[in-house]
């Protein structure tokens, strides 16, 4: 039981490249999202799904754009990248709404990505 | 609001110490509150989850406090150990069907032996 892969884990790319970075969970979870981490600044909340062919847009989605055609993966596209976007990516899954207390979200390893 | 406060950024203790890192909030409709742990190059995981029904949730050394009333949420750390040092961050549940987390800022803990 694999739980949440993402893939690359480290990406450096030029200024205006773009680049998916890849997700994928084998839980059946219904919930996806994207985060991204600075440093002392927490993880904001870029991009989320609550089931195939349908996402939302986070806190942070300037720059970014999302996919669910399947329940397992939620790719991140980044069409045109900034030094801005320099961050580490994590993708996350859950279950829905009226889980028990600890069901909590299950994150992936990250990408860790630079914009040069 | 959707925002969560945490405090302390950083923590330094002695092994066998009690850490606490405190979280505030606005948004009342907030309805879980989680407390997720990250190592270095991981990801976060979960580490302890209450409700705000509930005072106080012990699991083994992690206890989560809540006052509802102030609008605060603590985890303490009994008898930390170095294996601790990691970050720590403090979450909370929008609910409304969406399941999404607002998460603190974060608390880099180190344990010295």
């Known amino acids: 039981n694999a739980g949440v892969t993402q893939t690359p884990k480290f990406r450096i790319l030029k200024i205006g490249q773009s680049m998916t970075l890849q997700c994928a969970q084998d839980?059946?979870?219904?919930?996806m999202y994207w985060y991204r981490q600075d440093p002392g600044m927490g993880l904001k909340l870029i991009y989320y799904?609550?089931?195939?062919?349908?996402?939302d847009k986070g806190e942070v989605p300037n720059g970014y754009n999302v996919s669910r055609s399947t329940t397992e993966d939620f790719p991140l596209r980044l069409e045109l990248a900034a030094p801005s976007q320099t961050s580490v990516y994590f993708c996350?899954?859950?279950?829905?709404?009226?889980?028990?207390?600890?069901?909590?979200?299950?994150f992936g390893s990250g990408t860790r990505l630079t914009v040069v | 609001q959707q925002q969560v406060k945490q405090s302390p950024q950083s923590l330094i203790v002695q092994k066998g110490g009690i850490p606490i890192i405190n979280c505030a909030y606005e948004?009342?409709?907030?309805?879980?509150f989680p407390w997720y742990q990250q190592f270095p190059g991981k990801g976060p995981a979960l580490l302890i989850a209450?409700?705000?029904?509930?005072s106080e949730k012990k699991e083994g050394r992690f206890t989560i406090s809540f006052n509802k009333s102030a609008k605060q949420f603590s985890l303490h750390i009994m008898d930390s150990q170095p294996g601790d040092s990691a970050t720590y961050f403090c979450?909370?549940?929008?609910?409304?069907?969406?399941?999404?987390?607002?998460f603190g800022k974060g608390t880099k803990l180190t344990v010295n032996p």
């Open positions: 979450a909370a549940r929008s609910g409304g069907g969406s399941e999404k987390l607002v």
């Open positions: 996350a899954s859950s279950y829905s709404a009226g889980s028990p207390t600890n069901y909590g979200y299950t």
């Open positions: 209450i409700r705000p029904d509930v």
């Open positions: 799904s609550v089931g195939a062919g349908i996402t």
């Open positions: 839980m059946n979870h219904n919930y």
């Open positions: 948004n009342t409709a907030f309805d879980y």
